[in-house]
């Protein structure tokens, strides 16, 4: 009788901390830990400071926590990338600007069309399960994200900050072969925008330029004047009771009117570890 006891309670715990023990049954709660290392390409077209296209291939690292019930699923997550930006033609890669001191001199500086872009996202967000009965799991849902890319050079191609509210969507369907097959969709509703205003230089007494940033450069906007699009397909290739990996490609278009037309693509394949 105790050894059917303890051996139960085993069960539970494992089911608890576990991954997909089954592809027909979900279980009563998962908690998993995901660790994503990827590569993105990225081109950018900012009309704010250029008519020319910039492309960037960077590493990306994300942290990931979900806590999956039979209702839905709650997760959160942390993502990060760095890489620089440079022209997508290859013609004009650097440029030259003359200067005269209060002595009269006149002087030049080289700078080569070459920036330094960081990017952070930071995303809370709930799935709620829809369909019960059939082999694919639906989930719909929605999301808070927090993202900031800047870009501290001397032109800030592509520095935005944006706070959305996102609608979403997901399956997981599992295969005959033991894995998981997701796809996954995302695109905000209602977002608070900030950009660069008109002149580029947003400076305010006291105050530092990230700071200055932020400064009345806020515009609460829809999806006329701003857009997000996401896209995820993951396929789960290795499983077992402690670990599984998976690879990820995931595709997003981003789009925002004012004060200039600022457009971006990013394509990034991945590779997961879930504990």
């Excluded at 009563?28 to 009309?47: A, P, S």
């Excluded at 450069?217 to 789960?236: D, L």
Aim: proline share 4%; net charge positive.
């Amino acid at each position: 009788m105790k050894t059917n006891i303890l051996r139960s309670l085993i069960i539970v715990a494992t089911s608890c901390l576990g991954h997909v023990v089954s592809a027909q049954t979900l279980q009563d709660e998962k908690n998993i830990f995901r660790i994503e290392v990827g590569v993105m390409r990225q081109k950018t077209l900012d009309l704010q400071y250029s008519p020319r296209v910039y492309k960037s291939i960077s590493p990306s690292l994300g942290f990931i926590y979900s806590r999956e019930k039979k209702k839905g699923l709650f997760d959160v997550s942390l993502k990060l990338r760095t890489g620089s930006l440079s022209p997508s033609d290859g013609d004009l890669q650097s440029v030259y600007i003359t200067d005269t001191d209060f002595d009269g001199n006149d002087g030049m500086e080289v700078h080569d069309l070459e920036y330094a872009q960081m990017s952070a996202a930071l995303e809370v967000g709930y799935l709620h399960h829809i369909v019960t009965h059939s082999k694919p799991r639906w989930f719909v849902g929605g999301s808070l994200v927090e993202n900031f890319t800047y870009t501290p050079s001397i032109i800030y191609i592509g520095t935005i900050n944006y706070a959305s509210l996102n609608l979403r969507g997901r399956m997981d369907y599992p295969l005959n072969n033991g894995k998981l097959l997701s796809l996954g969709i995302s695109f905000p509703v209602l977002s608070v925008v900030t950009r660069m205003p008109y002149h580029n230089a947003p400076i305010y007494p006291n105050k530092s330029g990230i700071g200055a940033f932020f400064t009345g450069n806020n515009e609460v906007v829809t999806m006329n004047s701003f857009q997000n699009e996401s896209f995820f397909v993951r396929y789960q290739w290795f499983k077992s009771e402690k670990i599984s990996m998976d690879v990820q490609y995931e595709s997003n278009w981003l789009y925002s009117k004012k004060p200039e037309r600022l457009t971006a693509s990013y394509r990034q394949i991945s590779i997961g570890i879930n504990l």
